[in-house]
């Protein structure tokens, strides 16, 4: 009876290391990795996965309003999206935004000229890892090519050669 009982003590012991083990694994978007899946519908009323693009180029950006370096960026992913919207590229920005009305009045403030959607609970940044504002995933053909985990300049040159690269 005492070795039944030594014997599922350290049965158990082992299972729950292994369920550790297993939830402290990093499942995060990687570069060169299988993009997460996910759907979601844009503001302009289009549902989109990953999978969506085929062999387009989709930069996935995760923001929210109330981050400085998001609103900052903006500028420059309007002019990207205007300069490669015609060569297979296509931004989707995703917004972590709570409250709706914050969202849209946003939105109608600073015009943006790519498709934007809202995840207010954020589970399809966190499926990618992403738990700091702005990021930045450039996908293809459902893999994850780079991942920018700042605000970016994406009219700079090492951006826009890279780019070139992948076309």
Same mark, same amino acid.
């Given at each position: 009876?005492?070795? @039944?009982?030594?014997?599922?003590?350290? @049965?158990?012991?082992?299972?729950?290391?292994?369920?550790?083990?297993?939830?402290?694994?990093?499942?995060?978007?990687?570069?060169?990795?299988?993009?997460?899946?996910?759907?979601?519908?844009?503001?302009?009323?289009?549902?989109?996965?990953?999978? =969506?693009?085929?062999?387009?180029?989709?930069?996935?950006?995760?923001?929210?309003?109330?981050?400085?370096?998001? *609103?900052?960026?903006?500028?420059?992913?309007?002019?990207?999206?205007?300069?490669?919207?015609?060569?297979?590229?296509? *931004?989707?920005?995703? =917004?972590?935004?709570?409250?709706?009305?914050?969202?849209?009045?946003?939105?109608?403030?600073?015009? *943006?000229?790519?498709?934007?959607?809202?995840?207010? =609970?954020?589970?399809?940044?966190?499926?990618?890892?992403?738990?700091?504002?702005?990021?930045?995933?450039?996908?293809?053909?459902?893999?994850?090519?780079?991942?920018?985990?700042?605000?970016?300049?994406?009219?700079?040159?090492?951006?826009?050669?890279?780019?070139?690269?992948?076309?």
């Amino acid at each position: 009876m005492k070795n @039944a009982l030594i014997g599922l003590l350290g @049965a158990l012991t082992l299972t729950f290391a292994g369920l550790i083990i297993v939830s402290l694994r990093d499942t995060s978007a990687k570069e060169g990795g299988q993009a997460p899946a996910f759907t979601i519908t844009t503001d302009q009323g289009k549902s989109i996965t990953p999978e =969506s693009f085929g062999g387009r180029l989709l930069v996935l950006n995760f923001w929210a309003t109330w981050c400085g370096p998001c *609103v900052q960026e903006i500028p420059s992913l309007n002019v990207f999206q205007q300069k490669y919207a015609d060569k297979g590229v296509v *931004v989707v920005a995703i =917004s972590v935004d709570k409250n709706p009305d914050k969202y849209r009045a946003f939105l109608q403030k600073i015009p *943006v000229t790519f498709a934007t959607a809202r995840d207010a =609970s954020a589970d399809i940044s966190a499926q990618y890892g992403t738990f700091q504002y702005p990021e930045t995933y450039l996908i293809k053909n459902g893999r994850v090519l780079r991942k920018y985990a700042n605000a970016e300049n994406w009219t700079n040159d090492d951006i826009t050669h890279y780019v070139d690269g992948l076309l």
